[in-house]
């Protein structure tokens, strides 16, 4: 089991920034992708973003490419979020993923185990 716990969420104004964490734990030994997914009230949830074991492939949700980063510290066993620009549909509880894979993917259904959530709100 890879139990994760996001933070960093928070209340910033439109244009602002933010960084989300994403510590994982417990059977972390083998290599494994990382992903940001969003779920914004009354919606599905939809991805974000997500970086392979190496670092070296990332994909982003067009509608978040060029403001939003994602990087990780594998020594650490920790993911991030950069976000700037931050707009109003932004807001969400934003979720972590660990995929038992070194290769990154875009649908939630390849990922094996999820964090709470860490609630993120941009007002305008």
């Known amino acids: 089991q890879v139990q994760l716990v996001e933070s960093g969420g928070g209340l910033v104004q439109a244009g602002g920034s933010l960084r989300l964490s994403c510590v994982a734990s417990g059977r972390t030994s083998s290599s494994y992708a990382m992903g940001w997914f969003r779920q914004a009230p009354g919606k599905e949830r939809e991805f974000v973003a997500s970086?392979?074991?190496?670092?070296?492939?990332?994909y982003y949700a067009g509608s978040v490419k060029g403001r939003f980063t994602i990087s990780r510290h594998n020594v650490k066993n920790t993911a991030y979020l950069q976000m700037n620009s931050l707009k109003p549909e932004d807001t969400a509880v934003y979720y972590c993923a660990v995929r038992r894979s070194m290769v990154p993917g875009t649908s939630s259904g390849l990922y094996d185990y999820w964090g709470q959530g860490t609630q993120v709100t941009v007002s305008s």
């Open positions: 970086i392979s074991w190496s670092g070296g492939t990332t």
